[in-house]
C-alpha cells in the first residue's frame, strides 16, 4: 500500500484530491495538513511514501518544508511531488534544488495524479519541457561521453542526459523521449532523476524504489 | 683706392703680415697709370679709373701705362692682379702681348665681372724699365674702366683674388640659385594660397637672382645693350616687388599704395630709358637715388605702421627696410658718387636679409595655422561630445517614450485577450452551470464544463507565458503547450503525435506572434477533443525558407468511418472557433486552411517568419 500525505490549504482541492487519491486502488491518504506547521508536526509520525505538497502555504513556501525533510537525518525519506498552479517555474525549480522530485499541476485529470503519484513513489521525476530548458541552461554538457564532472567544474550533463533533456524540452514526452533514443521509458526516467540529484543542494542516492 | 672698410684694413693687414712672415716681398699696388689714347697726349690718371665718370662717351681703346718698379718683380713668381677690368682688355708686359679677353671684336665682349690675375713670365722680366700696358676697350652705358692695379709675387696675390673671386663671383652664383629656390618656392605657395604676398616675394626673388647674374654673361653677343637696358629697369620692379611684398605682409597692400608703386616704376622706367637714348650717367645717378628715397620712404612707413598696430611683423620689416637703405645709400656713394671702380655692391648681400623675413614670416604663418588647427580641433571635438550627448538623450528619451508605448501597446493587448478569451469562455462556464440541473448531471454538460474551465486556464497560462521577458523559440513555446494539453487529450482518449522538426523549433518569433500561434493550436485541439471522436491527433511543424508550416490532423473521420460527413461543430466554440483563427492567422500574415482531410480534418497554417514581428 503506498502512503501519500498532503499538504494543501485550499479545502476544496483538498477534499477532492484526498478522495481521489482513496478512490485509487493501492493508495492511501496518511494525512492531510493545511499548514506547515501542521504538516512538520505530523509527518515524523506518519512517514508517508510520498509527500504531494503545495508550495504557497499560509504559514511559509512548500520549499522550506521540502528544504528540512532533505537535512534531516532520518532513515526515511518521502519521495516528493510538488502540487502547484500552472508550474511557476522559478519556484518549481527552486523546489526541485530543495530537494523534490518533480511537480504536477494543479487542475489536471485525476487519473493523471494518481499516475504521476505512482510514479514518483517508483522514483521517476516527472519534468516538464520548462524544467528541462532551464536545466539544459544550468548543467553545461561534459565534453566526454563518461564524465559527471570535468576538472574545476560543478556538475555536468552526460550525453545520454543531455540528448534527453534536450527532446523533452522540445515536447517529447517520455515515451517519446524512449523511441527517439532507442531506451526504454525506465532509462529515460533514470537519466531524468539523476540530473536532478545533480542540481540539488545535498543529493541524496538514487531513490531505492527505482533499483527494486 | 683700397677696397673700402676698416674691416678690410685688418685683413689685408694680416695678409700682409702673414706674407713678410713668410718672406715673400709684399705687392706693390698702383693707383696712377699713364693714359694713352689715340689722338691725344699721354696724361696720368688716377685708379681706378670708371670711365662712366672720366669718359662716358668713350668707345674704344685706351691704353694704361704703368711703369714697374724692380721691387715688385722680385719674388719668383711675379704676378699682375686686377679687380675690375672692362669692358675687354689686352695686357702687354714689356712689349709681349700676355692676355686678350677680344679687344677689337665686335660685339664687344664683357669680362668686368670677373677678376683678373697673370704671371708676368721671369724669362720677360729685365732689370730696370719693366713696364705693364692694359689696353682697355669699352663702350658708353657698359660700365668700362680699370680697377687698381697690383703686381708682386703670386704667392701674396693669390688670395687677393681669392677673395675678389668669392665676392664677385661666386657668391653671386650662390645666391642667385638661393633666390631662384625662393622665388619657385614662394610662387607655389602663392599658386597654392593664392595669396599675393607670396606672389611679390616670388618676383622679387626671381628677379633679384636674375640681376645678380645678369652682367657675369661674358660674351652677350648683340643683347649686350639690351641686357645692360633690362639690367637697369629691372631694378625699379626689384624694388617695388619687394616694397609690395612689405606691405602685403602687414596687410597694407592696399590699391592706393599700388598706385603709388606704379608710379614709382613709371618714373624709374621713364629715366631708364632716357639714360639709354641720352647716355647720361646723371639720370642712372637720380634713378638709384629715387628708388633709396623710395624705400626710405616705405621704411618710414613701416615704421608709422609698426609703432600704430604694434606689430613686430611691421617692425622686423621696417628695420629690414632700413637696413637695406643703408646698405643702398653706402652703394649708391661708392659707385655713383665716387665712382669706385674697385668697389663691390653691398646691396645683392641683402637679399638674404629678406629671406630670413620671409622665412621667419612662412614659419610665423606655419605656426598660427597649426595651432589655430589644433584649436579648432579641440572645438570641434568639444562641439561633437556635446552633439554626440544631446543624441544620448534624445536616445534615452525615445526609447522611454518607446518603452511606454510598448508597455501601453502590451496592456491594451492583455486587455482585449483577457475581455475576448478569458472572459468569453469564463461566461461559457457560467451558461454551463446555468443550465436547468437535469442538464448539467448530464456528462456531456460536465464534460464541457471541464473543457471550458480547462481551456480558462491555458489560457490564462499562455497569456502570462507571453508576458515573460526572455524570449522563447517558437518550440519551447509548443512545448509548453503541449504539456498543459496532453492531459486534457489523454484524458479524451487522444494521443498526441509530436512531429517538429528542429529547424522550425529554433525560429524565434516575437511574444505576440508566439501567443497568435498557441491559441491556434489550442483552439484546433480542442475542437478535436469535443467533436472530432478521434483516437489520434497529429502535430507537425516544418520550416519552409521564410516560412513556417504548422498542421493539427485529426483521424476522427476514419474513426467515424463516414467519409464526407462530419458533425456539425456546434455554436458557439465551432464557428467563432474557427472566425478566431482565420483572425489570428491574418494577424501572423499568413493563411490558413481548415477542412476535412481523407482522415479526418486538417488545420493548416502557413505564416512568413519576418512578417511576424509587428504581429500580436
Redesign the interface.
Known sequence: MLTVYLVEDDPLLARHVLEALDSAEGIRCVGHADRLSKARAELPACQPDVLLSDLGLPDGDGTELIRELNRNGHDWHPHILVYSV?GDESRVIHAIESGADGYF?K???D??LIAAVERVAHGESPI???IA?YLLKRLPQALDAAGERQSGGGPHLTTAEHAVLKL??????TE?VGERLTMTAHAVATHIRSVYAKIQLRPRPIAAGLMN | MHLSGPPWRWLWGLVLLLACTLAWPAPIQFERAELIEPGAPARTVALPDAWERSAPQRRGVAAYRIELPAQALQGSQPAFFAQRIGNAFRVRFNGHLLMDTGVGRQPLPNVAQYPQILALPPALVRPEANELLIEVQGEPRREAGLSTVWVGDRMALDPLHDHALNLRVRGPWLLASAGVTMGIFALLVAWRTRQALYGWFALGNLLWAWRITAMSVRDPGGWALALQFLYELSHSLLVAALLMFMLAVVQRDTPRARKVMLLFVAVEVSLTVGNALLNWPLLRTANLLLALLFVGGAAVHLARIAWQSRSSTAAVLCLAGMVGAAIGVRDWVTLRLLFDYDAITWTRYFILALMAVMAWRLVEDYARSLLAQQRQTRELQAALQAREQELQQAYEARRALDRRQAAAAERDRLLRDMHDGLGGRLVSALALVHLPDQKIAEPATLQDLRLT??DC?TE??IT?DSLETEQRSL??S???????L???L??AGIRLV?N?E?DA?DTPLSPGATLQVLRIVREACTNVIKHAQASVVWLSLQRNGGDIGLTVLDNGMLQRSTPGRRAPMPVPSGKRGLASMRRRAEALSGRIEIGPHPEGWSVALRFPVDGTAAAG
Open positions: 500552472f499541476l487542475g489536471g485529470p487519473r493523471e516538464s519541457p520548462a530548458r523533452v524540452a522540445q515536447g517529447y514526452v517519446e | 474551465l480547462d486556464l490564462l497560462r502570462l518550440g519551447e509548443l512545448a509548453e503547450m503541449r504539456f498543459r496532453e492531459p486534457s489523454r484524458a509530436w517538429v528542429d523549433l
